[in-house]
């Protein structure tokens, strides 16, 4: 090519086409020059090598026109390569760069991984552009790009569910090192198992990929470790100030046996490690126990006044088995301690006073009706009625005298004898 650029040179042609040659032949060094200096960058330049071989062929046949635009097709391809390889290889050094710090997280990067198989296939595989078939460096670069863009957004999820794995560990272990338990290895096992198996789960989530059901769980888990250790210290608090009623209970002469034990029962939950059942054991004792003086003294006093009420009655000749049995349970029931049930039994006592005050009032309403009955009678010529007024009136000294069983015997013979009188028929005309 030397010898026939220095004929070219030589042989006389006209001042245009030596111009040209002269630019093709510098645009041919120009673009060799430039792809050996971009081959140390590794790029892929055999496109715009291609190109050069074409610009020589076309300058020896002295085409120098296409011969430059060949060379200059030469450089702006190896500039546009290069760019492009560099943009590829920035892409791509930053994933694996990711890839990296997913792997420090735990995190599974086959997918990840792919993809950079992936682009290196895409840029062996080529694609043609304007005529000329180059490495694939763009579409390469927006896959791998993409990966890392999803990758970053991944581990930024992942590093928020580690750190909230991580929070929430701390929440168990500031729960299981709760100072008060009696047996602290019993409570850490009690209230811990369940809670580890759950940052487990949460651990494997994140391991298998769901970064977001990672983070709820220990979301969760953080918030039911704080909630239980809060639990834990208003049930021992609680279990304290109902200890300390039922002494005072006590020294009025309340039975407190049964809610003393139900509160071993709840420290002994709690101590456990099952603090939700104690602490609502814990609850229901202090409510029970902040009532059971007032139940204490109301089924005591409702107890007295029954008795002395029943005692009236009976002086009156009222006498009750129902009565007799809902009292004799009511006393049972004080001395046992269950005031609740003593009430129930007071209520049914109090039910047989109120039938028995029904029926007193049903017996002198019936000998009122009775007396007026009579009364419209006087004078009607009837030979027994004094006998009925005698009858009557033994019934209201009965009445009057608590008899009442007597009374309405006797209500009822009278009545009995002036129905009849009513209904006989009258002397024949």
Do not use: C
Request: no cysteine; charged share 30%; aromatic share 6%.
């Amino acid at each position: 090519m030397a010898a026939n650029m220095g004929q070219t040179k030589n042989s006389g042609v006209g001042f245009l086409k030596a111009t040209k040659a002269r630019h093709a032949e510098e645009a041919i060094g120009q673009s060799e020059g430039l792809v050996t200096v971009l081959r140390l960058t590794q790029a892929d330049l055999k496109p715009a090598e291609d190109s050069i071989r074409i610009a020589k062929h076309l300058f020896d046949a002295h085409q120098y026109a296409k011969a430059f635009y060949a060379a200059k097709r030469a450089e702006t391809l190896a500039l546009s390569l290069d760019e492009r390889f560099n943009g590829y290889t920035k892409a791509a050094k930053a994933l694996r760069s990711r890839i990296e710090a997913m792997r420090h997280l735990g995190l599974v990067t086959e997918t990840i991984e792919g993809v950079v198989r992936r682009a290196e296939e895409k840029i062996l595989a080529g694609a043609w552009e304007n005529g000329t078939f180059v490495p694939n460096y763009l579409e390469a670069r927006v896959l791998v790009e993409r990966a890392e863009h999803d990758g970053r957004i991944f581990q930024e999820k992942a590093e928020r569910a580690s750190n909230a794995i991580f929070t929430a560990e701390l929440a168990i272990e500031r729960l299981v090192e709760t100072q008060g338990p009696a047996d602290p290895i019993a409570f850490a096992n009690g209230v811990g198992a369940p809670l580890e198996a759950a940052r487990q789960d949460a651990t494997r989530e994140l391991a298998v990929g769901n970064a977001l059901g990672a983070a709820l769980i220990a979301r969760d888990l953080e918030a039911k470790a704080s909630f239980l250790r809060t639990r834990f210290g208003e049930a021992t608090k609680n279990l304290e100030a109902t200890e300390a009623q039922l002494t005072e209970l006590r020294g009025e002469g309340i039975l407190t046996d049964r809610h003393e034990g139900q509160i071993k029962m709840a420290r002994d939950l709690l101590g456990k490690g099952f603090i939700e059942p104690g602490s609502a054991m814990a609850t229901r004792l202090a409510r029970e126990v902040k009532s059971l003086g007032d139940m204490y003294r109301k089924a005591t006093t409702g107890l007295a006044d029954a008795e002395v009420l029943y005692s009236r009655l009976q002086r009156e000749g009222f006498q009750s088995y129902d009565a007799d049995v809902a009292l004799r349970d009511a006393r049972r029931a004080v001395r046992e301690g269950n005031y609740a049930r003593a009430k129930e039994h007071l209520e049914r006592a109090l039910q047989a006073f109120l039938r028995r005050t029904n029926a007193k009032q049903a017996l002198a309403k019936a000998i009122l009706e009775t007396q007026t009955r009579i009364k419209l009678l006087q004078g009607s010529g009837l030979s027994f009625l004094p006998d009925i007024q005698d009858v009557l009136g033994r019934a209201e000294r009965e009445f009057a005298g608590g008899n009442y069983a007597g009374s309405s015997e006797d209500l009822r013979l009278a009545t009995v004898l002036l129905d009849q009188a009513t209904r006989a028929p009258g002397p024949k005309k």
